[in-house]
C-alpha cells in the first residue's frame, strides 16, 4: 500500500504527537544483528526471505501465526523485548538523513499523545528516541545483510520444519524458516571459523542457535493461552 510520506520538522508538525505502541503486535518482525543476544533471551530468531526480493532477512517470531503474539510486553514473567522495526513505527529514514513520517499511520491519530517537539522547536525526548533507533536502523540493516551473505557463502544457513502440536488437538506447520547449521561450522576449515570470529559472527551465529529452545517455550505459552 502506497504512503505518501511528509519530512518532519517543527514548523509544520508542532503539535504532532505520537501514541503508544498497539498491543496487538506481528508474530514476525524484521531484526538486526545488534538485537540478536536480547532476541535470542525471549523468542526464536529465523531467518526468511522476503517475497519480493528474494533475499534472507533476519527475524524474530513472538507467535505461530499472524494475528499471534504470545509476548505482549505486558505479559507476566516475560522479558520485554521491543524490536527497533516495531518502535519506529510510522517513522522512516528516507535518503538524505531527514526523518518522514507516515501522517496516516494511526499512531499519529492522537491528541494525548507524546510531543514530538518542545514549545522552542526541538525534538523532544520522544522523538530523539525515534532519531536514535532509525539511526541504529541504518547502520544495522547493511551490517546483518552482511553477516548474512557471509554465512550464506559458507552453506551454513539450512531450512528447518517446525512441527507443532497443542493441547487442544490442532497442529502447526511452518514452513519458509531457516536457520545456522552447527554440524557444518564444525567442518569448516579453521581460518574461515578465525575469519567468523574476528568479524563477530560467531556470536550471532550461536545467538540464532541457542534462540531455537524458545520455540517450546512459546508452544508452552500457547497451551496456557488455551487452558486458560
Known amino acids: 500500500?502506497?504512503?505518501?510520506?511528509?519530512?518532519?520538522?517543527?514548523?509544520?508538525?508542532?503539535?504532532?504527537?505520537?501514541?503508544?505502541?498497539?498491543?496487538?503486535?506481528?508474530?514476525?518482525?524484521?531484526?538486526?544483528?545488534?538485537?540478536?543476544a536480547a532476541a535470542a533471551a525471549t523468542c526464536p530468531i529465523f531467518l526468511t526471505k522476503n517475497p519480493e526480493t528474494g533475499q534472507f532477512y533476519a527475524g524474530a517470531m513472538f507467535g505461530f501465526e499472524p494475528g499471534e503474539n504470545l509476548l505482549l510486553r505486558d505479559a507476566p514473567g516475560r522479558c520485554a523485548f521491543l524490536p527497533l522495526d516495531l518502535e519506529r513505527q510510522g517513522f522512516f529514514l528516507p535518503?538524505?538523513?531527514?526523518?518522514?513520517?507516515?501522517?496516516?499511520?494511526p499512531?499519529?491519530?492522537?491528541?494525548?499523545?507524546?510531543a514530538l517537539f518542545e514549545a522552542d522547536g526541538q525534538p523532544s525526548q520522544a522523538l530523539r528516541r525515534i532519531q536514535h533507533v532509525l539511526g541504529q536502523l541504518s547502520v544495522g540493516v547493511p551490517e546483518t545483510d552482511a553477516f548474512i551473505q557471509a554465512i550464506v557463502a559458507r552453506r551454513l544457513v539450512e531450512p528447518i520444519d517446525v512441527d507443532l502440536s497443542f493441547d487442544d488437538g490442532r497442529s502447526l506447520s511452518l514452513g519458509?524458516?531457516?536457520?545456522?547449521?552447527?554440524?557444518?561450522?564444525?567442518?569448516?576449515?579453521?581460518?574461515?571459523?578465525?575469519?567468523?570470529?574476528?568479524r563477530g559472527?560467531?556470536?550471532?551465529?550461536?545467538?540464532?542457535?541457542?534462540?531455537?529452545?524458545?520455540?517450546?517455550?512459546?508452544?508452552?505459552?500457547?497451551?496456557?493461552?488455551?487452558?486458560?
Not at 503539535?15 to 496487538?24: F, K, S, Y
Not at 535518503?95 to 499511520?105: M, Q
Not at 519458509?176 to 574476528?198: M, Q
Open 95 to 105: 535518503s538524505g538523513g531527514a526523518i518522514a513520517i507516515d501522517p496516516g499511520h
Open 1 to 36: 500500500m502506497a504512503m505518501d510520506l511528509e519530512l518532519l520538522n517543527a514548523q509544520h508538525h508542532a503539535g504532532l504527537r505520537q501514541a503508544d505502541l498497539p498491543t496487538e503486535e506481528p508474530y514476525f518482525v524484521q531484526i538486526v544483528a545488534a538485537e540478536f
Open 176 to 198: 519458509g524458516l531457516y536457520t545456522v547449521s552447527l554440524d557444518t561450522l564444525a567442518e569448516l576449515e579453521d581460518a574461515a571459523v578465525l575469519d567468523l570470529f574476528r
Open 107 to 114: 499512531r499519529f491519530a492522537t491528541e494525548r499523545g507524546t
Open 201 to 228: 559472527y560467531l556470536q550471532l551465529i550461536f545467538a540464532m542457535a541457542g534462540s531455537l529452545k524458545q520455540v517450546s517455550v512459546l508452544a508452552h505459552l500457547r497451551n496456557e493461552r488455551l487452558a486458560a
